[in-house]
Nanobody, 123 residues
Framework: QVQLVVSGGGLVQAGGSLRLSCAAS????????MGWFRQAPGKEREFVAA???????YGADSVKGRFTISRDNAKNTVYLQMNSLKPEDTAVYYC?????????????????WGQGTQVTVSS
């Protein structure tokens, strides 16, 4: 069982930055693939970024060049650095962990989810 605790959301003006953190319990964190998703009101949860157990990273087209996902296995933590934020980035952001090697953009590939954190970008 893995527990994920998300922190770092908040209110920021357009063009600003935020860093989200996701701290995981358990001794096998380094073997998990990790992902960030977001869900805006009235919309489906969507893929934002993923980092594999070996450090390879992937991001949605909408955030490429602005968001960076990283992990610190010594701290059992994954991060999402968000720069050049836009109002359309406003959503609840979730962190998730998976053991599968399937499609990292799909929510049903993830076994564990953290609680969401609200990110609001004002124009």
């Amino acid at each position: 069982q893995v527990q994920l605790v998300v922190s770092g959301g908040g209110l920021v003006q357009a063009g600003g930055s935020l860093r989200l953190s996701c701290a995981a319990s358990g001794r096998t964190f380094s073997s998990y693939g990790m992902g960030w998703f977001r869900q805006a009101p009235g919309k489906e949860r969507e893929f934002v970024a993923a980092i594999m157990w070996d450090g390879r990273t992937y991001g949605a087209d909408s955030v490429k060049g602005r968001f960076t996902i990283s992990r610190d296995n010594a701290k059992n933590t994954v991060y999402l650095q968000m720069n050049s934020l836009k109002p359309e980035d406003t959503a609840v952001y979730y962190c998730a962990a998976r053991t599968s090697n399937g499609d990292y953009t799909k929510t049903n590939e993830y076994d564990y989810w953290g609680q969401g954190t609200q990110v609001t970008v004002s124009s």
